[in-house]
């Protein structure tokens, strides 16, 4: 079962703002091996381990990853989610990630999804973080044709942490349909939901994010911000916030900032010879480029350079 | 000298205000022309017609850069033909680096690729003329400067760009006497380097210490009612622009605004 539209409340169904229908991945996860990852108490994996998924190939049409981290054992893992094959390959792909998190210790994990436009990805995450625990996740989200996505962290411990920062580019027709659920149970926990995305053509985008207090969780704090810049009148841009409060002495927040380039930016670029189409895609490129100077890794943000830089091959700079 | 710039009889408005009324300048070749006024006068409005600033709508008149009709031309057009604008209130530009905009702009004008290590000793080079800390060169352009790092990072474009005329607004305003020595010695190396026109608007003259100044304008309710050479700068600054507000005392007898107030008696 995936957890991508799970929420403890009904308020989707009323705002019909939860219309996607998971039961087709089910028959995918029945056929698909699991893969156990366990980091030792203690144990810090300071090389990231890379799980290349390259969907369309001889890759299985699900991949499911287990990740045990064992007390104040820290560990990072780097997925990139390509098309291996020609472009007019068409497909779904499921790739679930479940995590716990002991005691002190800490996981990151980190996505890269650049897929062609005939899949439809359904990348589904979640875990238990105890006492003290962390989890990070990146996002860089390139393309797709659908993508669905989702994270529901279950802060049970005392200060534990749940941070994402989610960066996308979409355009065509790719339709991106997240939701992340911050599930605080224990005292003191934290949450921190960062989401910065660019709209063109005819892309549509739904982002669900809930900040769920449970009682007990007394101090607890979670933000959720979220920032998109649209380029096209065409495109279909949906933002759910949520915050669900069962306990008095919390703080939640939710920010967004959804619009265009302002008018005297593009003028000064302009004034320096950088035309429209450039300042557009310059700007659209520096929103990935700021979720991708997260990543620890330089070999994996030197492969997301090069991702998004390709499109940016000036016609002047191809002589 | 050729002609650089011409500007034959401009008018421009923004929303329904009249701002220029007729503006008439001619820029030769390496030429240093000042333009100084009041508030208000106009004098940002010409900058922004010149460089194509589509806020402003241009209601008569027509600009030539080298020969070519850019009255109506877009502005990054303008600007890659050479025109350069020093902005008054520079724009920060989140998640795009000074050093990357700076390329950027060099790479779209040259038409060429540009090598890193080569750009890259260029620019600290330039920045260290201007006393300017290199980090900043991996910063978000603008964002979090102060004013002065603003406005070298005004003067960092200018010399890293290289323009054929170079449009100064007010650079100068708001700069402790340390920064405007900085700035005044990077235009002068701009002239050195580069040999470039200048039109710079200004209130002060210590920007144009270094600098030799071929002519002054003053604007006054979007006219040119006067211009002489660099003499003109000292006599604004000692009696202020009482007498060009007070026609009456204009030595200019071909200033529309004295002819219209002479007609009015």
């Known amino acids: 079962m995936l957890s991508n539209d799970h929420l403890p409340a009904r308020t989707w169904e009323w705002l019909k703002v939860n219309d996607i229908d998971l039961k087709d991945t089910n028959g995918l996860l029945a056929s698909a091996t699991v893969n156990e990852h366990n980091i030792p108490a203690g144990g810090a994996g300071e090389t990231p381990v890379y799980i290349d998924c390259k969907v369309g190939g001889t890759e299985s049409p699900a991949s499911l990853h287990n990740f045990n981290i064992e007390a104040g054992a820290s560990g990072t893992v780097i997925q990139f989610i390509t098309t291996d094959g020609g472009n007019d390959l068409s497909g779904d792909f499921v790739l679930q990630n479940r995590y716990h998190i002991a005691s002190g210790g800490s996981f990151t994990l980190i996505q890269v999804q650049n897929l062609n436009d005939g899949w439809k990805f359904y990348n589904d995450c979640s875990g238990v973080c105890d006492d003290g625990a962390t989890f990070r996740r990146i996002q860089i989200v390139l393309g797709g044709g659908y993508t669905y996505m989702g994270e529901f962290c279950d802060l049970t411990g005392e200060k534990s942490r749940f941070i994402c920062d989610i960066g996308y580019n979409i355009g065509g027709t790719h339709n991106l349909d997240m939701n992340y659920v911050a599930d605080h149970h224990g005292k003191n926990s934290g949450s921190d939901i960062h989401v910065s995305g660019v709209m063109s053509d005819h892309a549509s985008k739904i982002f669900r994010g809930t900040i769920d207090f449970h009682r007990g969780c007394a101090g607890a704090k979670g933000a959720e911000i979220e920032e998109v810049l649209l380029l096209d009148d065409t495109i279909e841009n949906k933002t759910v916030p949520l915050i669900l409060c069962d306990e008095e002495d919390v703080e939640g927040s939710h920010g967004a900032t959804i619009g265009r380039l302002d008018e005297n930016l593009i003028l000064y670029m302009k004034s320096r010879g950088i035309d429209e189409d450039e300042i557009y895609t310059m700007m659209a490129h520096a929103r990935i480029d700021s979720v991708a100077s997260l990543i620890p890794d330089m070999e994996a943000r030197d492969r997301v350079s090069e991702m998004i830089c390709g499109p940016i091959e000036r016609e002047c700079l191809r002589k | ?265």
């Open chain 2, 1 to 265: 000298m050729d002609d650089l710039l011409k500007i034959e009889g401009l008018k421009a408005k923004v929303e329904d205000t009249e701002i220029l009324n007729g503006i008439d300048l001619t820029i030769g070749r390496g030429e240093v022309h000042v333009i100084m006024g009041p508030n208000g006068a106009g004098k940002s409005t010409l900058g922004s017609c010149i460089i194509g600033d589509p806020r402003y709508v241009k209601t008569g008149g027509h600009i030539t850069f080298k020969g070519e009709d850019i009255t109506d031309a877009p502005t990054d057009k303008i600007a890659k033909m050479g025109v350069f604008l020093s902005f008054q209130n520079p724009i920060e530009v989140p998640g795009i680096t000074l050093a990357n905009f700076i390329r950027t702009a060099l790479e779209l004008k040259t038409g060429e690729r540009i090598r890193m290590w080569d750009f890259r000793k260029s620019l600290e080079a330039t920045m260290k003329l201007l006393g300017m800390d290199t980090s900043y060169a991996d910063r978000d352009l603008n964002v979090g400067f102060s004013g002065g790092e603003k406005k070298k990072a005004e003067i960092l474009q200018l010399l890293m760009l290289k323009p054929d005329l170079a449009i100064l607004d007010e650079t100068d305003s708001g700069l402790d006497v340390d920064a405007v020595h900085i700035v005044s010695k990077g235009v002068e190396e701009y002239k050195k380097q580069v040999g470039g026109a200048l039109l710079i608007i200004t209130h002060s003259t210590r920007i144009l210490e270094a600098l030799h100044v071929d002519k002054t304008h003053v604007l006054v309710d979007g006219r040119i009612v006067d211009h002489g050479d660099a003499g003109l700068v000292n006599e604004i600054n000692d009696n202020g622009f009482e007498r060009f507000i007070n026609c009456e005392n204009c030595k200019n007898d071909d200033c529309e605004v004295k002819k219209k107030l002479n007609d009015a008696k």
